[in-house]
């Protein structure tokens, strides 16, 4: 949620700017593109962070193994 919320306020800044909206003409468009682009973007990093995870924990689970 908290990933969310931080996306949310960057897409927020730079929909205010006017670097998201350039094109785009509807305000509802705009609200839908923020709410979208908060959702999807928050979400790209997470096969990462679970090749880390998975990479660390069984890094761990062999050192514990070997004590």
Request: neutral net charge.
């Amino acid at each position: 949620a908290i990933g969310v919320l931080v996306q949310f306020g960057w897409e927020t800044g730079l929909l205010l700017g006017g670097i998201r909206s350039a094109l785009i003409e509807s305000g509802e468009q705009k609200i839908l593109t923020l709410v979208v682009n908060s959702l999807l973007e928050t979400n790209l990093g997470m096969p990462y962070v679970y090749i880390i995870f998975a990479a660390l924990t069984a890094r761990f689970m062999i050192k514990t193994a070997m004590s």
